[in-house]
């Protein structure tokens, strides 16, 4: 196992998800159904489904482009959604 790519992983999710929606929605859940054990296994089963969603779409992707234009693809996504933020369309 190459474990420098699993804590690589570990680090820039972890750190990616802090503060997010999603952790505010488990929060929120968790507050208004007094549940948490059941909030924690939905919040699990949800990651765990799109995280295999975005595994399988990165192997596709990559066998058909060249990783410098998913890198620009991503950045320019990334750029067009935050000026729709600023400017109060999403």
Request: no cysteine; aromatic share 10%.
């Given at each position: 196992m190459?474990?420098?790519?699993?804590?690589?992983?570990?680090?820039t999710?972890?750190l990616?998800e802090?503060?997010?929606?999603t952790?505010?929605?488990?929060?929120?859940?968790?507050?208004k159904?007094n549940?948490?054990?059941?909030?924690?296994?939905g919040?699990?089963?949800?990651?765990a489904?799109?995280?295999?969603?975005?595994v399988?779409a990165g192997t596709?992707?990559t066998?058909?482009?060249p990783?410098?234009?998913?890198k620009?693809?991503?950045a320019i996504a990334?750029?067009?959604i935050g000026?729709l933020?600023l400017f109060?369309?999403?």
């Amino acid at each position: 196992m190459d474990w420098k790519i699993l804590v690589s992983t570990f680090i820039t999710i972890f750190l990616a998800e802090l503060g997010d929606k999603t952790q505010l929605a488990s929060i929120l859940m968790t507050s208004k159904t007094n549940k948490p054990v059941l909030v924690f296994i939905g919040t699990m089963l949800a990651f765990a489904v799109v995280t295999v969603i975005g595994v399988a779409a990165g192997t596709i992707i990559t066998k058909f482009l060249p990783i410098y234009l998913i890198k620009m693809g991503a950045a320019i996504a990334f750029i067009i959604i935050g000026i729709l933020i600023l400017f109060g369309k999403i």
